[in-house]
């Protein structure tokens, strides 16, 4: 079974950057396409990326698109979410999460869950 542990959340001001990680073990990492989700206080969990096994195939919510990139490195079983341009509205527990659909946006479709790391953006 596969065990995701996030890291890099913390506080940052608007129009900064931050890059998250997700380190994978416990599994063959290259095997799952994988994604990232971020539920803010009072909202449910959404769809931020997702990354095919190979890391060829992304996808993006609309609201990050432009601004955020998804990538994996399956030699280091890691994927990463470098973000920019932040703005207050991303401020929210960032997950990743491990499933068997390529780029899939939908929650449901994924098996394996970290818990999560805190992004706070704010002045």
């Known amino acids: 079974q596969v065990q995701l542990v996030e890291s890099g959340g913390t506080s940052v001001q608007p129009g900064g950057s931050l890059g998250l990680s997700c380190a994978a073990s416990?599994?063959?990492?290259?095997?799952?396409?994988m994604g990232w989700f971020r539920q803010a206080p009072g909202k449910e969990r959404e769809f931020v990326a997702a990354?095919?096994?190979?890391?060829?195939?992304?996808s993006y919510a609309d609201s990050v698109k432009g601004r955020f990139t998804i990538s994996r490195d399956n030699s280091k079983n890691t994927m990463y979410l470098q973000m920019n341009s932040l703005k207050p509205e991303d401020t929210a527990i960032y997950y990743c999460?491990?499933?068997?659909?390529?780029?899939?946006?939908?929650?449901?479709?994924?098996?394996?869950w970290g818990r999560g790391t805190q992004v706070t953006v704010s002045s």
């Open positions: 990354i095919g096994r190979r890391g060829r195939a992304t």
């Open positions: 416990g599994g063959t990492f290259s095997s799952y396409a």
């Open positions: 999460a491990g499933g068997f659909y390529d780029t899939s946006s939908n929650p449901r479709l994924y098996d394996y």
